[in-house]
Structures are given as structure tokens and as C-alpha cells.
């Protein structure tokens, strides 16, 4: 008998790691088998041993932080004791890794380093939890905590290499605050719902799948970029390109817009599904819809059976978990890169500038204007590095000599028909000019959103 019990409490000290390196190697195979990544295990190597540095940086801090917050706050304990306390290490050492090697990655390898170093650390995490649970409240905590610890590995791997590759200015930390305040909240919630327990718990699924549809878009988005050794030899930061490009889009749609003899070719927003991520997918989400009915006629043998499992427990494993992963098989690079690198998401607002270098003045329109910078078609003899002055006409007002330098000239000397055009950035940034342009958008969309349900109430006689 006794022998029994060792052998039984060795099969579950043996099952508790089990779940937490299976989940860990899941969710990492997961998105290694779906996208992009480097083929070095040095890389790999790295981002793991980031991992284990990163549960060094947080353990200590966390285990102090439990003797100063108090038992009954499960906000102080989700958001403060355990939120900030590990999303800001993983934050420091992906900043830290790549402030090296930010000219040899890319966007792409650094949501792989972070996805890596997420699920490192969710791994180490669930085994520290281990000897302390018992087997269902860790099994419940490994399969859900891991999500959140790639993801947001991911995407702080994202917005660091955007940060470093990027073109020097005041506000580039916006993006990288931006991305560890996202992820602050989103950690945070998920260990609030959890601390609360009951039937909050309902709530999983929508928490995993927010940070799941930010690191997806970001995955997307990052297909669209060119590498930044091609960046480089032509002379742009990133934030340059995704200036060009947005151009060179709106400049499509407008001639095709013009052009009665181009076809409208359909770029879907969503990838086609396969027919076996839809079989997989119904299978998942016919177990809790059975599981759901035994519980209903049989709630009473449910603890028996499983070995005093909790109702809270048995419908976030068994009846929530599989609705995830159902969301998790169906959505995997399910969104189209194709759309985001040739569809107009919104009608551009073009802005109508004058820019004055020494002698020669040009008047011509400005693209993309933000408070880095803007792009504007121009003539070759444009001098790059050289201070000029924009005056800027939006919706009846005037905004004159404001500073600006052209840092990057667009031209093909090949081809007499290509317009020419150029990066400016301002020296410092027009809040004026900004905060009117908003302004005036904002009102001209309330003015069609207003004209358009006026229109559908009188009743439309044109066809659609």
C-alpha cells in the first residue's frame, strides 16, 4: 500500500511537469510551424537562455511584493504583484538583447525571440507553481498562462525592433510604451480573472484571443516589410518605408481609380480555410457541447470522477479551453498580407503644400503627414539635407514656414514617366498643423457618416 502511495504521488509530481512542458512546447511549435523563423539554433539558444534570465529578474521582486499586498486585493495582487512585476523584465531584456543587433534582425526575428522567451518563461513559472498546486488548478494554469506569455513576448519583439530601426526622434518610445502598457493590462486581467475565479472564468477565452488577434495583425504586418539589410542599402529607416509605401498604395488607387479600363481585382481580408483546420475545429467544439451535457444530468460524479475538481475548474478546461483552441486552429494566419500591402484601408486626406529650398519653390501635395515627417512628389533637383520651408494648406487655413529636411529622394533615373518624390522630416514637430488636420478629419467623417444614414432613411435609387 505503501509502495502504492509513492508511486501515485511520484505519477503526479510526473503529470503536473508533464503539462507544463507540453504546453510550453505546444504553443512554441505551434507558431514556429506557422511562420517565419530563423534558421539558427544559436538564436533559438539565446532566447531561451533570455527566458531563464528574465525568471530571474522577476521571482525576487515577486516573492517581496507578496508580504506587502494584501490577501483580499486581487487587483493589487493580479495587476501589481504579478503583472508589472513580469512583463516589465521581459520588456527590459528583449530591449536589452537586440540594442546590439537591432541592424542584424529583423521585425520578424524579434516576434520570434519574444514568442521564444514567453513561453521560456511560462514554462519555468508553471514548473515553480508546481509543488505548490494541486494538479487541476495547475493543469487549468499552464494551458492559459503560456498563451499570454508568448504573446506578449511577441509583442514586445515587434516593437522593439520597430523602436531601434526606426528613425531617431523624440517620440519613438511612444510605440514601445504603448505595446508594455497593452501588455500590463492584458496579463493583468487574465490573473484577475483567475484570482476571482467562479464563473469569470467564461471571460478566458476573449482575454486569449485579444492578445491572440494583436500578435496575428503584427505577424501580418511584419510579412509586408522589406529586410533591413535592403533597408539599409538604400538609405531608409523603417518608419521612412512605411511612409513610401503608403504612397506608392494611395498613388495605385488613385490611377486606378481614374482608369476606366482597370479591372477591380478582389484581395479578400481573410486566407481561405483548409478543410482539415475545420474538421479539427468541429471535433474541438463537440466536446463541450457533450462534456456540457454529462455535467448538466450528472453534476455530482463530476468531482468523483476527476478527482475533486472544482466546477470553476471543469468548465475552464473542459468546456472553455476547447472553444479556444478551436479559435486558436481556425485564426492561425488566417489574415491576408497581401491586403494590408495593397488595399486602401481608409481614403487618404491629401494635404496641398508649398516647399521652399533657397531660390525654387515647389508646390505639390503631402502624404502620410505625422509628426516625424510627411511625403511629397517633387522635382530631382531637390537637395537632400538641406532645410526648406513647408507651408501647409488644410481646409482654409494656412500654416506657413514650417522647418523641414529632405532626408531621402525617391527617383529612377531609368524611367522619365516615374514621379519623383521625397521623405521630409520636421525639425520640430507642427502640433498646430497636426491637431487641426485631426480635427478637420474628424469632422468631414461625422459629416459622411451623418450624410450616409440620412441616405439610407430617404432610400437609395441607385443599384449596389
Not at 486581487?74 to 504583484?81: D, P
Not at 518610445?173 to 480573472?193: E, K, M, Q, R
Not at 484571443?209 to 523603417?238: D, H
Not at 484601408?345 to 525654387?360: D, H, M, N, T
Request: proline share 5%; with cysteine.
Amino acid at each position: 500500500m505503501f509502495l502504492f502511495l509513492g508511486f501515485e504521488e511520484f505519477l503526479l509530481t510526473f503529470l503536473k511537469f508533464g503539462t507544463a512542458i507540453f504546453a510550453a512546447v505546444f504553443y512554441w511549435f505551434f507558431y514556429r510551424s506557422t511562420y517565419y523563423h530563423p534558421e539558427r539554433i544559436s538564436f533559438d539558444l539565446s532566447a531561451i537562455f533570455s527566458g531563464v534570465f528574465t525568471v530571474g529578474l522577476a521571482i525576487f521582486p515577486e516573492i517581496l511584493a507578496q508580504s506587502y499586498l494584501s490577501e483580499t486585493s486581487y487587483l493589487e495582487r493580479a495587476f501589481l504583484g504579478s503583472s508589472l512585476l513580469e512583463e516589465v523584465p521581459k520588456f527590459i531584456v528583449i530591449l536589452w538583447y537586440f540594442k546590439g543587433l537591432n541592424k542584424v534582425y529583423n521585425t520578424s526575428d524579434g516576434i520570434y525571440f519574444g514568442l521564444t522567451l514567453g513561453a521560456t518563461f511560462g514554462l519555468l513559472e508553471n514548473l515553480l507553481y508546481s509543488p505548490i498546486l494541486d494538479f487541476w488548478p495547475l493543469f487549468l494554469r499552464a494551458v492559459t498562462s503560456l498563451p499570454i506569455h508568448t504573446f506578449t513576448g511577441g509583442i514586445y519583439g515587434y516593437a522593439v525592433l520597430e523602436y531601434y530601426q526606426s528613425r531617431p526622434s523624440s517620440f519613438n518610445f511612444l510605440g514601445i510604451l504603448y505595446s508594455l502598457i497593452v501588455c500590463f493590462f492584458l496579463h493583468g486581467t487574465f490573473n484577475y480573472v483567475l484570482l476571482i475565479d467562479g464563473d469569470s472564468i467564461l471571460f478566458l477565452p476573449f482575454i486569449l484571443a485579444f492578445g491572440f488577434f494583436i500578435l496575428e495583425y503584427l505577424l501580418t504586418i511584419s510579412q509586408n516589410i522589406l529586410p533591413i539589410e535592403v533597408l539599409r542599402s538604400i538609405g531608409l529607416f523603417k518608419d521612412d518605408y512605411k511612409v513610401v509605401s503608403r504612397f506608392t498604395r494611395y498613388d495605385s488607387w488613385l490611377r486606378a481609380s481614374q482608369s476606366l479600363e482597370q479591372k477591380k481585382v478582389s484581395i479578400p481580408f481573410f486566407r481561405n480555410l483548409s478543410k482539415g483546420k475545420i474538421a479539427v475545429s468541429l471535433i474541438l467544439f463537440s466536446v463541450p457541447s457533450i462534456l456540457y451535457s454529462i455535467y448538466l444530468k450528472y453534476p455530482e460524479k463530476i468531482p468523483v470522477l476527476l478527482g475533486g475538481i472544482r466546477t470553476s475548474e471543469f468548465i475552464g478546461l473542459f468546456l472553455v479551453y476547447p472553444i479556444w483552441l478551436c479559435i486558436l486552429i481556425l485564426s492561425r494566419g488566417i489574415l491576408n498580407p497581401k491586403f494590408f500591402r495593397e488595399r486602401i484601408l481608409r481614403i487618404p486626406l491629401f494635404i496641398a503644400v508649398s516647399i521652399v529650398q533657397e531660390q525654387r519653390e515647389y508646390h505639390s501635395l503631402a502624404y502620410s503627414l505625422s509628426k516625424k515627417g510627411f511625403y511629397s512628389p517633387v522635382d530631382k533637383s531637390l537637395q537632400i539635407g538641406d532645410r526648406v520651408y513647408v507651408t501647409f494648406y488644410v481646409a482654409g487655413k494656412e500654416f506657413r514656414n514650417i522647418l523641414a529636411i529632405p532626408v531621402w529622394l525617391n527617383v529612377r533615373d531609368d524611367d522619365p514617366e516615374f514621379e519623383s518624390g521625397a521623405v521630409f522630416i520636421f525639425v520640430s514637430p507642427p502640433w498646430k498643423l497636426l491637431f487641426w488636420r485631426l480635427f478637420v478629419r474628424i469632422k468631414q467623417q461625422l459629416h459622411n457618416l451623418q450624410e450616409q444614414i440620412g441616405h439610407q432613411r430617404r432610400g437609395s435609387t441607385h443599384s449596389i
